[in-house]
């Protein structure tokens, strides 16, 4: 389980930063250029591509250039990493929340002392 420890780490420290995930959800909806993904973003063109190039060193994001425009894409199964390790949480927590419902029913159907 620890494998995934470094990739895990450098998803959720890229998507802790608003304008990050602001990218994240439009390359969601399809591939884009550098100069998409600025617009609905008040920082200058170069923190853009310092913000996505964080992006890419997780996996989450990959780009391309052609010509003179950089096209961004989302890397789809690079989110199964995270995916995968929050189902996981999930799973244990709702088999505790389930072993404390059992507890409980139990509690209240034996008769007080």
Known sequence: MLNHAQPLDLMFQALA???RRIMVERLSRGPASVSELAQPLSMSLSAVVQHLAVLEASG??????IGRVRTCRIEPA???TAEQWLSDRRLGWERRFDRLGDFLAK?????SS
Do not use: F
């Open 17 to 19: 930063d608003p304008s």
């Open 60 to 65: 989450l994001v990959r780009s391309e250039k």
């Open 78 to 80: 690079a989110l199964q």
């Open 107 to 111: 509690a209240t159907d034996e008769p």
